[in-house]
């Protein structure tokens, strides 16, 4: 069966200083690959996607980045973190297209001080 | 690009009663619907999902229904329990390569006993 993996669960980070999360997925080859950002109290906030590796399409314009070194590994990466940067992130991944379930991990929780 | 929209953004129902959540959407590409519930503080899990061949479908307590010509589908929850308190979201989504499932706001859904 597919499993999925975030880390770290939680991290407190000072504004400016840099970020990295990682996600794998096991079980399963090829997936489309997500990264969401969940604002307390509010809906989920699509910012990368990835249907390959080195392929991947950004939604919201931020300091953020993503990248897929591997097939089953997408990381979320920032130089410079901002306060409202703050937030939940979800990684997720599916099977092909948008008629596919996405299936997430159980995420980040990142403070920023 | 889809637009999602979800009513109400909050129900309070009392434990038994029967809740019944909508979500709207305007790309008619669309031919996937499910529907994801969030516990606080834990990630999005897919409940209930229907396709554009079916009407609807259900499962024990919950089910989707689908209105493919007025580009709504609704999740209905029947004798509701305390357990079911969480936040819902709809997410559309269509058979075109390298798409995503659109998330709606969410609707805030507590069962008070």
């Known amino acids: 069966s597919q499993t999925i993996h975030q880390w770290p669960a939680t991290l407190v980070q000072p504004v400016g200083s840099p970020l990295s999360l990682e996600c794998t997925v096991e079980?399963?080859?090829?997936?489309?690959l997500y990264w969401y950002r969940q604002a307390a109290g509010r809906g989920l906030q699509l910012l990368f996607y990835?249907?390959?590796?080195?392929?991947i399409s950004s939604e919201v314009p931020q300091n953020l980045s993503a990248s897929r070194p591997q097939d089953r590994q997408f990381i979320l990466s920032s130089k410079k973190l901002l306060l409202s940067d703050s937030g939940f992130y979800l990684c997720?991944?599916?099977?092909?297209?948008?008629?596919?379930?996405?299936?997430f991990g159980d995420g980040t929780r990142l403070s920023i001080l | 690009g889809e637009n999602v929209e979800q009513h109400p953004s909050t129900l309070s129902v009392q434990e038994g009663d029967s809740a019944v959540i909508k979500c709207t959407y305007s790309?008619?590409?669309?031919?996937?619907f499910p529907w994801y519930k969030q516990e606080l503080g834990k990630r999005p899990q897919l409940i209930i999902d229907?396709?554009?061949?079916?009407g609807e479908k259900k499962d024990q307590r919950i089910a989707v229904t689908l209105n493919k010509t007025a580009k709504h589908f609704s999740l209905h929850i029947t004798e509701t329990q305390p357990e079911d308190s969480a936040v819902y979201f709809c997410a559309p989504g269509a058979n075109q390569a390298g798409t995503a499932l659109i998330f709606g706001k969410g609707t805030t859904l507590s069962v008070s006993s």
């Open positions: 079980g399963t080859s090829n997936p489309n």
């Open positions: 790309d008619s590409a669309s031919n996937y």
């Open positions: 229907i396709r554009s061949n079916v």
């Open positions: 997720a991944w599916s099977l092909g297209t948008g008629t596919q379930p996405q299936h």
């Open positions: 990835s249907v390959g590796i080195g392929q």
